[in-house]
């Protein structure tokens, strides 16, 4: 996977509580009304001078690095919520309860036996240069992550199991698979337009950030890209569930979380995301700003190296030995109160951490019981690292076994507060166990990470609907193929008990017992000890009233906004009456007097009369 970064990573798709069912979802029809935009007003052309002549842009504050433009290699989170904006997936996620509606694909049902997969895919979708989208496309697409390892570096684990992908004609696409694999309805893939990437090279060196406007199906065009300044995107005219509203959606990087909160107060951003709970607080009154504090769909944890290896059984890295102890990590863990984390760090904006996947997926969430619970007991930590071997010399330092003082480095993100704030408790409680610790904050801390160079490092995902990738990036099959590839792995584990339970619930289309196998794949995890889930933090983000007059959360009831699975926030939101932005006056798409407004999911405007339908026809299954 790529460079960990909390509490930016993750794509957007492990990201509403959904109970999952056997068979595939209902299909989403939409119904189209026009909302007229509005007069500026004398206040918002005085605040964004430009006036009548200026045009509506959309300013997303991000924090996070674009680690690849391309689909096939990116994996943090505002990268692949760039892609679910550029280009379409074989299905999308209801906002409002996470089941699987349509995408790329119209409908989709399996054989009795459930290893063949046809897909309907729908005629009314158009490259953004003009070319027809057909099932051709997602055949490509799936054929090359079969053929090409570098491509399938970011979702290999999906056509893990395919045996043959065809399209028999241009509005079918039929997938063969080896072994039933019940995430078929959740294949969180971008298509991508044959007719470009067949001239690509070299999947593993190419970026798809040299050549724009970046040619796509999705609600919105990549038009602009410079390396941690901005990303411009305009709408797609021709998408087929309608453009988006605003003129243009500008996604501008800050390092620093207090500069975007001063810009979004100043008007220069519309919407900042990953507010401190000081900066919650602080903006919940203020003038023409709106906060969303909602439960969110992310986990915040602790990650050891397990001793990072490749596939071929080549070391990698220099990972402390002492990790590799189970009596060593249970003393770490013993030693961490997550409690105080959560009442102190998160301020109560976040649940104490349990299990893998987060209380907001209800049902896979899994906590460990009163006898398996590892306790905040430093005194017993303290016990067991004696037991295990570990004395302590006169000036009170742990000892490991060759003699030496433990000391261990954490890898912490300099853009994030939350790193910085828990490092320092760690700091503090692991030494009264005698042990030492190191905080590397850094700007990027993906190169040493995917080298194994690393002891420790806080870890963190966005999860979505179906979990199966994220528990895919802990198993063997995800470790780089030798110590110069590129992986899919989250922290190099490698457990063949977990792994044997991944492969038995990707097989499961019985929604109970697929879920009842995560939650003992959960707890194979939490036993290892590899990783540490210190807690699930809120959503804590703000958008402007004055320039976003309505935007849709996933869930639609109390959900997120940055980091959906899906494209709902930047597609369903609507300009603020007389919302202009001073720079964008001329540039981009000419500006238009009506909207085109069509979803199942958005919410009704504020002051506006807005008309949002969904009709739903059965397809053969429901949605896994």
């Known amino acids: 996977m790529a460079p960990p970064a909390p509490p930016h990573r993750a794509r957007p798709r492990r990201r509403a509580p959904r109970v999952p069912t056997a068979a595939l979802a209902a299909v989403g029809l939409v119904t189209a009304c026009l909302i007229p935009y509005g007069t500026p007003s004398a206040a918002a052309r005085q605040a964004h001078p430009g006036g009548d002549g200026g045009r509506r842009v959309l300013t997303v504050a991000v924090r996070q690095s674009v680690d690849s433009l391309s689909p096939f290699l990116a994996q943090s989170l505002v990268s692949s919520t760039i892609h679910r904006l550029a280009y379409e997936y074989l299905t999308n996620y209801d906002p ?58 970011a979702n290999g684990s999906f056509t893990a199991h395919f045996a043959k992908v065809t399209a028999p004609d241009p509005a079918t696409l039929v997938i063969r698979l080896k072994k039933p694999q019940s995430n078929m309805a959740a294949l969180d893939v971008p298509i991508v337009p044959e007719h470009v990437w067949k001239k690509v090279k070299d999947f593993s060196a190419f970026n798809n950030d040299t050549h724009f406007p970046i040619v796509g199906n999705g609600p919105f065009v990549v038009t602009a890209y410079k390396v941690d300044q901005y990303v411009k995107l305009r709408p797609n005219p021709s998408f087929w569930r309608g453009a988006p509203r605003f003129d243009e959606l500008d996604l501008k990087y800050y390092k620093d979380g207090d500069a975007a909160v001063a810009a979004l107060r100043k008007g220069e951003v519309s919407f900042v995301s990953g ?72 301020q109560g904006h976040a649940a104490v951490g349990r299990g893998y996947l987060p209380p907001r997926f209800g049902a896979y969430f899994w906590r460990p019981s009163a006898q398996q619970r590892v306790p905040y007991d430093p005194a017993a930590a303290r016990a067991e690292l004696t037991r295990a071997g570990y004395r302590t010399d006169r000036q009170g330092r742990r000892l490991g076994k060759d003699g030496r003082p433990l000391e261990f480095r954490i890898l912490c993100h300099a853009t994030d507060p939350n790193d910085k704030a828990v490092s320092q408790y760690l700091k503090e409680w692991w030494a009264k166990l005698g042990i030492g610790l190191d905080v590397e904050c850094l700007d990027n801390v993906g190169d040493p990470w995917l080298a194994g160079n690393y002891d420790l490092a806080f870890d963190g995902w ?24 590129s992986g899919a792995t989250d922290d190099f584990i490698c457990d063949r008990t977990y792994d044997r339970l991944y492969a038995r619930q990707a097989a499961e289309y019985d929604p109970a017992k697929r879920a009842a196998l995560v939650k003992r794949m959960e707890s194979r995890l939490y036993d290892t000890g590899y990783m540490n889930v210190l807690a699930y933090p809120d959503a804590m983000e703000a958008y402007r009233t004055d320039q976003i007059a309505s935007i849709e959360s996933m869930p639609s009831s109390g959900g997120n906004l940055w980091g ?5 926030s930047w597609w369903s939101a609507v300009p603020a009456a007389g919302a202009v932005h001073a720079g964008a006056a001329g540039a981009g798409l000419p500006a238009t007097g009506t909207l085109l407004g069509l979803t199942g999911a958005a919410a009704l405007a504020a002051g506006l009369a807005v008309l949002y339908a969904l009709r739903r026809r059965a397809t053969a299954y429901d949605r896994e």
């Open 96 to 153: 409002r309860d996470g089941h699987a509606i349509p995408g790329f694909a119209t409908a989709w049902h399996a054989s009795p036996d459930k290893l063949t997969w046809t897909y309907t895919i729908r005629r009314n979708s158009t490259w953004s240069d003009g070319v027809q989208a057909t099932a051709r496309d997602a055949a490509w697409t799936f054929q090359k992550m079969m053929t090409d390892p570098a491509a399938a570096t």
């Open 275 to 346: 507010l401190t709970p000081a900066q919650t607080s602080a903006l919940a009154h203020a003038r023409d700003i709106k906060v969303n504090d909602a439960p969110g769909n992310r986990f915040y944890a602790l990650a050891t190296n397990p001793g990072a290896r490749a596939a071929d059984g080549r070391r990698m890295g220099d990972g402390n030995p002492a990790l590799l102890d189970p009596a060593v990590r249970r003393a770490l863990f013993e030693s961490v109160d997550t409690g105080r984390l959560v009442r102190t760090v998160f």
């Open 462 to 485: 966005s999860v979505s609907p179906d979990p199966d990738y994220v528990l895919s990036i802990h198993t063997c099959g995800a470790l780089p193929a030798t110590p110069h590839a």
């Open 564 to 568: 959906q699975d899906g494209y709902w």
